[in-house]
């Protein structure tokens, strides 16, 4: 049963702020996204329009409008990384996944994103999974740590099923 | 995450503190022993020690955080704020996070001097999404601190009182502005507001707001533990203490110097980064994240000192140093440049909303060998105008940065122009 | 107020303090180009057109933004300045489609009035005109996203002017499209169709949709009678279309001006106004005397109703059951004097002139046909009239004045105050004043409910019993009173809501330039008809003495609750979902 924004909301500590909020709304999706009737219920609890929400929801790029796989892949895209050979790792995470930049895998498990500086310039190329971050990479080292991932959710699916 | 080369100490200590250090750890340095003492002065005496030391905000704009500490004092309103700036977006750049992961009581305890300072009794740290690690670190610390009456009510039993929360960004390069950081946290777009007022006067929730920079304020305890004098012999008289560079790119080592003002460039990549790798040479520097300039080898005898480099069209910004060897292009950086900040306006102005629109395909031109001489023309005026009248700081800069590498590397642009040297034929067919 | 001296293209002037440099500018007869400044709106700074040279500021300041100070050395015209504007216009025209010659505001685009200034000859930028489909959705407003140059305008009105908050920048950089949240159309969202966005949007990105084919077909069609109306601000406005100053005075004008277009009947929405004062008078009047729900709120601005309706969708019961002027002029033109005039009211056409947009959806609400017909058929704003006229090449400046025709065409001052804020109210009390005390009203001016201030409160004495009343314009402000109804906080007995800054004089489909000083202009008019008409209280119309004779009965009696009165919507939207 997923939390409702009412619970998320009323929970939280502080102002109630609306970017935070959006964030721990986003967080409790099994989606990592904010939903449209998210939207809906954040403006109702706050009593804002919703095109105000949404506004807000659209400006920052961690905030997902859409569904998104349960892991997220960052890329750093930025120069240093780019001249440490981002390229390369990209090619092995889009071989790997099975997708493009920007995309969620099939089954829902992995969306690959580019962003724009994970402030890892010191051992870039660098790419943030969830909330891990991962340095000096190599594609054998991309493939490993993928496989670390994968087989997490193997295991889960096995449980599941 | 990696093995740090410190050659100096002076003001953050890196080289003492491991990844997620304990307050226990941090007072084993003596730590908290200059907020002992400056809670049982006059406030104001710590405002008068940052002027004296003469420091100035780490974040870009330089601006003297005495000065600005005596603005948000000096106003009627008594509800005041204070922002601890860690959304480092600037690429390239790396210091706040390990300040946040390093030195999280030091941030801590330079918070609350400055809050001590200006009146406030509430405070946030806006912390970068991309940062998890820090923002944990962050919110850990900060039980610690409470838990033993350093930070909340009643602080060191001296019946002041201050409070800090974490705010998380999500995503926005542009929030690193400090107007559009409060636009951010009252849960608006982060686009940047008109200035004046300033957030001294009007931040917050319309309070006064001294915003800082995680490196300004981590400045702060060392330089009331020891004084302004201390502090001025490290650095230049210009320039005094030191700066945080994040060292990247095409050096031996990688990573975060301390290094004190007046050091030029040449020593950065040198001494501290260990030369170049790979034997090869300088090609170009990225001074100051994306937002900052490109220069030539040339111009890596200006020391680091605000006013030596800003006789050369240089800013310092974030401290971030990046450097490229002879086998890179500049077209390719530029156009990384260029796409970041496609990605990263705010889409408020016209000059950097559509001036970046069309930078963005003039170099994607260039790039594919379609672009004509006229472009860069063009590609010039349009970076001049987003330079001249974007709405923020960060709009300008983004000329700025462009500029930059057309004033240097010009030649490189017009080679990847199709029709680069039909008008000196046309020219000669005439005379 | 105190001087500041400055420098201003090398010139010493001064100008009181406070003023802004583009302000203080235009009081020295230096004119800087602007694209997003509106004189009523908060300051966006966003278009960037009117940066200006400040000594000692390294970069251009926006000439919007910065107050003048003592000393300032200014200059609005140099090679840089040039350089910058001509370049950000380039810009603009890159990412705006190149269909000046068709579009809509072509002869009152302020961007084309820029680009022609500053002699703009080439794009010198690659076109990006990602050519969106257009949102039709609604009857009364057309958004063509493709040629929004993002200024912000329009939000910032349906923000903070009327708190409808549907128009709003979405995503980031070359992505920002304003636009209801989702993109969605205009129609899916709790838009009320104002069209203050379309009043004030610079360019062609937003407007009324055009009826005006419409219009043509029904005149063209000699079966057809085809009868007109005209709204009581309209008298006071439609001469700016054709260059006059704001504020003239053009009845006998506009009369002429409709007959020679072709109608069969030029008709005053004034009649029907005090139609709606005796229906809604009488409907206060029963309220106050059964215990009805009070406060009562009036009905006549399809905006408001349509915002009570999503909004505060619990307290329709407020709203007077009464029709607004246009469609209780409809439902008795195609009974009552389709009737009198012995024609099938199959073959009438009823034509309105509108200062409003949202009035072409209230023509098309399906209850809006209680005559056996659409009561109205087709509306026309004060923009489209004027283009109508000119597509006819009726020359407004040489007619000479025309008087309405009977009988829907005689009415009284207590009408012609419709289109100002406050004037419902005023028409109001004149007639249920006398109606209740059974005594004559002498000065039938209710200052205090009359001006700009966005809310009005005043009291008047009812034969002994005190009735307090409210007026609000702008729905922002409506939305205040709301609260206080909603909260019990609202001890009023009536009230006026109209949806529009000023009321129907700064309608939503008013001519461009609709700024509050023009407002004023336009309401100080609509108060001088008033004063001149010989009738100023609805219930001494004579023709509407006779359609009650004759027709009605009596007000709030069997036919009147037929034709007149209507029932309301919940368009409420905003509940929890999860």
């Known amino acids: ?36 009737d998210a939207v809906n219920d954040i403006a109702y609890m706050l009593n804002v329009s919703r095109s105000r929400v949404y506004s807000t929801a659209s400006f920052y790029s961690v905030i997902s409008l859409k569904p998104r796989g349960r892991h997220i892949v960052q890329v750093c895209i930025n120069a240093p990384c780019e001249n440490a050979g981002k390229q390369e790792i990209l090619a092995v995470l889009e071989d790997q996944l099975g997708v493009k930049l920007g995309e969620t895998t099939a089954d829902r498990q992995f969306t690959l994103e580019g962003v724009s500086c994970l402030g890892a310039c010191y051992v870039s190329p660098a790419i943030k999974i969830d909330d891990r971050l991962y340095g000096d990479l190599t594609p054998e080292l991309v493939v490993s740590i993928l496989r670390e991932y994968q087989e997490e959710a193997t295991a889960l699916d096995c449980n599941a099923s | 995450m990696t093995a740090m080369l410190h050659k100096n100490d002076a003001v953050f200590r890196l080289s003492l503190f491991q990844e997620f250090p304990t307050l226990m750890h941090y007072r084993g340095f003596g730590g908290y022993e200059a907020l002992a003492k400056a809670v049982e002065s006059n406030p104001t005496s710590i405002i008068e020690t940052l002027a004296a030391a003469g420091l100035r905000g780490r974040g870009g704009a330089a601006f003297p955080t005495g000065l600005k500490m005596q603005m948000v004092r000096n106003n009627a309103e008594r509800e005041r704020y204070i922002i601890c700036n860690a959304d480092e977006g600037e690429p390239g750049t790396f210091k706040d996070r390990f300040i946040m992961t390093h030195i999280p009581f030091q941030l801590l305890e330079g918070m609350t001097l400055a809050a001590y300072a200006v009146g406030a009794a509430k405070g946030y740290i806006y912390i970068r999404h991309e940062y998890p690690e820090a923002q944990q670190t962050m919110h850990r610390s900060i039980a610690a601190a409470k838990a033993a009456g350093l930070l909340g009510d009643n602080i060191l039993g001296q019946g002041f009182s201050f409070d800090v929360e974490i705010f998380s960004g999500a995503g926005s390069y542009l929030c690193g502005e400090e107007t559009a950081l409060l636009s951010s946290m009252e849960g608006k777009k982060g686009r940047p507001r008109l200035k004046p007022p300033y957030p001294t006067q009007n931040g917050l929730w319309g309070k006064p707001t001294l915003i800082n920079n995680v490196e300004t304020l981590a400045n702060i305890p060392m330089i009331i533990g020891r004084g302004a004098e201390w502090y001025r012999t490290l650095g230049t008289l210009d320039s005094p203490g030191t700066k945080l560079i994040s060292l990247s790119g095409d050096v031996e080592q990688r990573g975060l110097y301390e290094v ?59 401290g971030a140093v990046f450097v490229m060897d002879e086998s890179r292009s500049i077209l390719a950086n530029v156009h990384n440049r260029v796409e970041f900040f496609l990605h990263e306006s705010c889409g408020k102005c016209t000059p950097c909303r559509e001036g970046l629109r069309q930078a963005g395909r003039i170099i994607h031109n260039l790039l594919s060998g379609k672009a004509v001489m006229a472009d860069v023309d063009n590609l010039e005026r349009y970076t001049r105008a987003m330079q001249n009248a974007a709405f923020c700081g960060l709009g300008q800069a983004a000329g700025n940065s462009l500029i930059s590498s057309l004033r240097y590397f010009r030649s490189e642009y017009e080679a990847a122009c199709f029709d680069y040297g039909n008008q000196y034929q046309r020219e000669g067919i005439t005379a | 107020m105190n001087v500041v001296r400055f420098e201003l293209n090398g010139q010493q002037v001064e100008v009181q303090g406070g003023l802004s440099i583009l302000e203080a500018a235009r009081q020295h007869g230096v004119k800087i180009p602007t694209l997003c400044h509106h004189p009523d709106q908060r300051v966006k700074a966003n278009c960037r057109v009117c940066v200006v040279e400040v000594e000692g500021q390294r970069n251009l300041v926006a000439s919007c933004a910065t107050t003048v100070s003592e000393g300032m050395k200014i200059r609005t015209n140099s090679s840089r300045i040039r350089e910058t504007v001509q370049t950000i216009l380039e810009l603009i025209f890159a990412n705006h489609p190149q269909e000046c010659l068709t579009c809509v505001r072509n002869g009152n685009c302020e961007l084309r009035r820029l680009a022609a200034d500053y002699g703009i000859r080439e794009v010198k930028g690659e076109s990006s ?190 709203l007077s059951s009464a029709k607004s002027p246009q469609q209780m002029f409809g439902a008795l033109a195609k009974t009552y004097y389709a009737k009198k005039a012995g024609i099938n009211p199959a073959d009438i056409y009823v034509v309105s002139i509108m200062p409003c947009t949202a009035k072409k959806f209230e023509s098309q609400r399906p209850e809006m046909s209680d005559s056996g017909f659409q009561d109205v058929d087709a509306v026309l704003t004060t923009r489209e009239l004027g283009r109508i006229l000119k597509q006819a090449g009726v020359d407004f400046s040489v007619l000479e004045e025309a008087s309405f025709d009977n009988p829907m065409g005689i009415s009284t001052g207590a009408a012609a105050i419709f289109g100002a804020t406050g004037g419902v109210m005023e028409a109001a009390l004149r007639t249920v004043y006398e109606v209740v005390t059974g005594q004559e009203l002498v000065n039938v001016e209710f200052s205090a409910v009359r001006g700009m201030e966005g809310i009005k409160e005043a009291e008047v004495d009812l034969a002994g019993s005190k009735v307090k009343v409210a007026v609000a314009h702008g729905l922002n402000n409506a939305r205040e009173i709301m609260d206080l109804i909603k909260e019990g906080k609202a001890n009023y007995a009536f009230v006026e809501v109209m949806c529009c800054p000023g009321g129907c004089i700064g309608g939503g489909g008013q001519p461009y330039g609709t700024t509050n000083s023009v407002r004023q202009e336009r309401i100080a008019s609509i108060y001088k008809v008033d004063a001149n008409l010989p009738l100023r209280k609805s219930h001494k119309n004579p023709a509407v003495a006779e359609l009650y004779d004759d027709f009605l009965g009596k007000p709030l009696g069997e036919l009147s609750h037929h034709l007149l009165h209507t029932k309301y919507k919940n368009r409420g939207l905003h509940k929890l979902k999860g």
């Open chain 2, 260 to 318: 004190p003002f007046g050091t030029t460039f040449n020593q950065i990549i040198e001494e501290y980064g260990g030369g170049m790798k790979n034997g090869r040479r300088v090609k170009a520097v990225n001074i100051g994240g994306a937002s900052g300039v490109v220069v030539p080898p040339w111009e890596l005898d200006c020391a680091l000192e605000y006013h030596s480099c800003g006789e050369r069209d240089i800013t310092i910004g974030s």
């Open chain 3, 129 to 318: 005109c990602l050519n969106l489909p257009l949102d039709t959705s609604t009857p009364s407003l057309v958004r063509n996203p493709n040629k929004c140059i993002k200024c912000g305008r329009c939000a910032e009105v349906c923000h903070h002017v009327q708190g409808t908050g549907i128009l709003y920048s979405n995503y980031r950089s070359v992505d920002v499209m304003v636009e209801p949240e989702y993109g969605k159309s205009l129609a899916e969202v709790a838009c009320v169709l104002c069209g203050q966005c379309a009043s004030v949007c610079p360019v062609g990105a937003i407007h009324e949709r055009d009826d005006i084919s419409k219009v043509w077909k029904a005149l063209d069609d000699p079966e057809k009678h085809v009868v007109v109306q005209v709204a009581p601000s309209v008298r006071v406005s439609i001469a700016e279309e054709f260059g006059f100053p704001p504020g003239t005075i053009a009845t006998g004008k506009l009369v002429a001006a409709l007959r020679k277009l072709g109608f069969d009947r030029v008709f005053d929405t004034d009649f029907s106004a005090d139609v709606t004062i005796m229906e809604e008078g009488h409907e206060l009047l029963q309220r106050l005397q059964t215990g009805g729900v009070l406060p009562m709120i009036t009905s006549c601005s399809p905006g408001w109703v349509k915002y009570i309706e999503h909004n505060y969708p619990e307290q329709l019961a407020h």
């Open chain 1, 1 to 36: 049963m997923q939390i409702s924004v009412r619970e998320i909301i009323n929970g939280m500590e502080g102002k109630q702020a609306l970017l935070q909020i959006l964030l721990a709304v986003q967080d409790a999706s099994p989606e990592n996204y904010v939903s449209e």
